[in-house]
């Protein structure tokens, strides 16, 4: 790369900046216009995302090193990676194991004296490295220091060649910024890109705005002040108020966005769709348990919205097995009361399966139709049946035929045909999503007989179901869902009620964030009738002691899952998969019935393999994770998970919940072959706790929240330098700025409050919440 001219640059974190040679450069200019970036760094720096000259002074250091005084060398092992700097006196390559390879370089500390310990740099296998080094370099190396017999060494240590030249000042002898980078972009040639423009690039560009209302601000630092300053520092309080300005900035946008979406939903056109309560106080009065009072609390909360002429948009969670579906039970009779129909939407067929049958073993006696809609299975309960207690159910079979009077209109409507749908397809082709949805939902004639509540998968998004007059989409585990397939069924208008429910409890951080445009209710009370779960985390070498406790278990009544992170096995991973291990298992339990489920199964058999397990004909029942969510079988003792440190702990959680919703012990094993120390602590948590918060909040340091969530599902924006979880307080400081200036001017009319309009409309694209 060309270098830059000394002339031209200047320090900057100081207070003067040398005129820019290019004083129309604007920061939406492509790299490529510049001029001065050779092809191929262009192309390593779109490996990156780097294409345009605001991408490239946002790409953010990760860490800074102090080169401006480095530490001792030290004489002991640390857990803390150290920035340390010396002579290379000493280099030699070591074959070992046939054609592995270890390259080793001595450092001497600059001002050695006789109590001075060398330290030694070791690479493995990495060939490249020792075309990189010689001796008599001065080096800058980061890394963990370890004793290693009686030397002190560097194991793969990160490290900088520091050359004599008249760049010497943006790499050395000051607080100096380290930067993700890739393949053919080296830090010391990133550096100096970054360096050079930001001498290019006008202070006051347009670009770099400084977009933070007076409570934000930091003393009068701008946006491009804390951009320089966050790269090139001149000390490290000024690099940490530079941090706080740019996060906050970030989360300030986030949070503006978050707060005019929550604004827009409360002017929505919508209606009121709760029933007076008979329906519901018949359902309450027939279960064989008492509500929860967490239950109670939270049915208020959805009543309260249901009642409401502005549509609902609340996120109900709960821990596995805390009762979510009887709230979501309570939320659609109440609907269903007031003349309304109800979707239910569950991610699998085996989750939407269960919940129809339970829905209609409930919801039968009341006289609610319930219909099921999945791609290989269409079904819906009869007409009203002929009650054996008449005298007990008179007042519901009367709230639902005014019900039906009064919604004239509503419910679903016959498919259309095929050559009608062929047509729709074509003449939608140049809608947008939002007319092409109001087309699918246009209100039709209903039959007197037509269901109350749909439960479906993703088939309820299609036109051969057709909704109308729709008050309520309840949503089952929405991380499963895209944003887009869930926005099917809720951009309408008029506006459904939307509920959506998770047993992935969501740490607090994020529901201010992703969840923040939706009311927040919490199930923290789980019923009184469920067992014990113990889970204990053991080693693959005590498999043939847990053989011995399965088969006690079987002969006790109980049953049995048996869980594989893979179908089939893989040649790249060391894995047990389920499909290959189902022969050794009907082996070690005969006489017992095992049976194999998986996703590849067809959908009738995987309905059969699952109503047999439910009846108690099949045992054990050797699956993947398509069990992970909302599979209720009472009898289900045991479950034992293989190859447990592939799992994450969330998934962990969940799994687990598939057990313990009976009356009997249950007994959670987790089987892994690692050793590594953060695999024991991860699977310790579970030990440890059957909280789900806890469990969230655990796996969520470990992981991050893309992850936690799903990624591609999660809807979080890719945040370049705020951190959700160690950022929690700014978090808080933006949100609290971005509602209070929402309470006071809803529609940003303000003068001050005008250039906040350009973050709404700038993020549009992206979606923070799961339903929005």
Known sequence: MKSPNRSQITDPGSQTTSKSPHTGLAVSQSLEELGWIPRPKILALRRLGIETVEDLLTHFPRRHEDRAEFPQFPREES??????CGEVTKTSLRRFGGWKKIFEATLEESQANALSEPLVCRWFNLHYVQKMIATGQRLVVFGKPRLRGKRICMDHPEFEVIENDEE????????????????????RVLRSMIYRLLNEVPPASGGLETLLPPTLMISDMTTAAAIRAIHFPN?????EAAREHLVLSEFFAMQILIASRRTNASIRVGEAHCGPGTLFGEFVKSLPFELTAAQRKVIGEIRRDLAAVHPMNRLLQGDVGSGKTLVAIAAMLLVVEAGYQAAFMAPTQILAEQHYDVLRRWLDPLGVRVALRTAARQEESGPLPLFAREDNLENAATVLESASVSAAGAVVATARTSDEQRSHEKSSSSRDATTNTRDAYAPQTRARDDPHIIVGTHALLYESVSFSNLGLVVIDEQHKFGVAQRARLTTREPSPDVLVMTATPIPRTLTMTIYGDLDVSTIDEMPRNRGKIVTAVRDDSKLAEILTFLRTQLEAGRQVYVIYPLIDESEKLDVKAAAAEYTLWRERLHPFRCEL?????????KQQIMERFRRGETNALISTTVLEVGVDVPNAGVLLVENAER???AQLHQLRGRIGRGEHKSYCIL????QAKEVSAKLAVLERTRDGFEVAEAD??????????????????TLKIGNLKTDADLMRRARAAAISIFEADPCLEWPENQRFRRLIVEQQGRTFSNVS
């Open 79 to 84: 857990d803390v990676a150290i920035c340390l």
């Open 168 to 187: 010497i000042s943006i790499h050395f002898r000051r607080i100096t910024p380290i930067y993700p980078a890739t393949e053919g972009l080296s830090q």
């Open 235 to 239: 000390d490290w309080q000024q690099r």
């Open 597 to 605: 489920l998986h996703g590849r199964i067809a959908p009738v058999e």
């Open 647 to 649: 799992f994450g702990l």
């Open 671 to 674: 089987l892994t072959s690692a």
């Open 700 to 717: 969520w340091g470990l992981r991050g929240p893309g992850d936690l969530l799903g990624t591609a599902q999660s809807g979080l924006p």
